[in-house]
């Protein structure tokens, strides 16, 4: 299995700002047709919050939408969640995932991401 590591979780006030990464080997970083950042938090399912394919195109839950952006940047194979504007309900484990099959326009649930990191935590308070 491929190996995904996620960093620069933390904690944070609210209205506050935090990059999350996601890094891999440069091989299987470019092998990913679609790459996606999941959070769960204490008591609540695993939810997509931002996706984007090989070819850049972006799409984001509607409760991160306007505050979160997706990136990717192959020269280091990086993958990152930009997270502005932080509130509360974003507390949660953040998960990077990746698939290297299908088209990642129809990828965003759990169950269509066969690659996945360890999370990392986010806390946000009041």
């Known amino acids: 299995q491929v190996q995904l590591e996620e960093s620069g979780g933390g904690s944070v006030q609210a209205g506050g700002s935090l990059r999350l990464s996601c890094k891999t080997r440069a091989i299987m970083f470019n092998s990913f047709s679609c790459m996606a950042w999941f959070r769960q938090a204490p008591g609540k399912e695993r939810e997509a919050v931002a996706r984007i394919s090989r070819g850049g195109s972006t799409q984001y839950s509607d409760s991160v939408e306007g505050r979160f952006t997706i990136a990717q940047d192959y020269a280091t194979s990086t993958l990152s969640l930009q997270m502005n504007s932080l509130a509360p309900e974003d507390s949660a484990i953040y998960y990077c995932?990746?698939?290297?099959?299908?088209?990642?326009?129809?990828?965003?649930?759990?169950?269509?991401?066969?690659?996945w990191g360890q999370g990392t935590q986010v806390a946000v308070s009041s």
């Open positions: 995932a990746a698939e290297r099959r299908g088209s990642c326009s129809t990828l965003w649930l759990r169950a269509d991401f066969r690659y």
